[in-house]
């Protein structure tokens, strides 16, 4: 299996966004996984989609959190993919 692939929907000026980079960025101290962060505004279909929610992670495909974002509820995704 490749390396895991986490999608952080997010956009400009998003304290809640910059804290959920963070929280990634510290869990891959521990686990492998490849970041991506999207720019909600840079698609109509996301800004619909997302725009209540962010930040919005996304593993492999499966939404795991919004808002205020939990380690462990990361964490537990990252290890059981």
Known sequence: MGEKKV????????????????????????????????????DDLLLEKY????PVVEIEGKEIDYGMISEGKVKKALTNF
């Open 7 to 42: 999608i952080l929907y997010t956009k400009i000026h998003c304290p809640l966004c910059d804290e959920a980079h963070k929280l990634l960025q510290k869990l891959q101290q521990e686990i492998s996984f490849s970041i991506e962060s999207i720019d909600i505004y840079q």
């Open 51 to 54: 725009g209540l929610m962010i």
